[in-house]
Each structure stands twice: as C-alpha cells, then as structure tokens.
C-alpha cells in the first residue's frame, strides 16, 4: 500500500486546512496523522481506528477533525483554528500490520 498525503500550504493564524492521504488500495488498520515541527520531534496527531474511533493530541482536540471515506480509500485532517505552533510538517501513517507511512505535507500558519 502507497499513501500519498497532500493538502498542505501556507494560511493565516486562524484559518482552515484540509489534508488528504490518499491509499494505494482499501486499507481496514488504524490510520494516524503525524507533524514535526522544526527541530522538534515527530508527534503524533490523530488516529482513526479500524472500528471508527478517533482520538486526538490535546492541544488539537476541538480543532481537528480525523476522518475516513472507504470508497475512495483515504483519510482526511480538517483542521481549524490553525494557530503558528501548528505549523510543520504533517505525515499519514497506516497502522500495523501495514505500517507504511506516506510522504510529508507542508503546513505554514504565519501571525
């Protein structure tokens, strides 16, 4: 399985993104975003379980929405009130057994 993350880009502090990893084929495995800021380790951000339970990073909970669309074999980060420490780079991660992770995506919140 191949995942291809994109949606990243540059917004102002308060704005809205939405990222999209987009799956090779059907993946039925926890699927989780990740960001790592600049000279900081990589963290990760949201899960979205097989079963369908999401679960966040306290500093995201109430601004970031994980979400998963089976038919088109990809998961989605909404995510508002972008704030600057949210800038980094964000990554999708299939969970075990798959264990693959996608390529970065870039998201830039200025003040």
């Known amino acids: 399985v191949q995942l291809q993350a994109s949606g990243g880009g540059l917004v102002q502090a308060g704005g809205s993104l939405r990222l999209s990893c987009a799956a090779s084929?059907?993946?039925?495995?926890?699927m989780n975003w990740y960001r790592q800021a600049p000279g900081k380790q990589r963290e990760w951000v949201a899960s979205?379980?097989?079963?369908?339970?999401?679960n966040y990073l306290d500093s995201v909970k109430g601004r970031f929405t994980i979400s998963k669309d089976n038919a088109k074999n990809t998961v989605y980060l909404q995510m508002n009130s972008l704030e600057p420490e949210d800038t980094a780079v964000y990554y999708c991660y299939a969970g075990p057994p798959v264990s693959r992770w996608g390529q970065g995506t870039l998201v830039t919140v200025s003040s």
């Open positions: 979205f379980s097989s079963g369908g339970r999401t």
């Open positions: 084929g059907s993946i039925y495995v926890t």
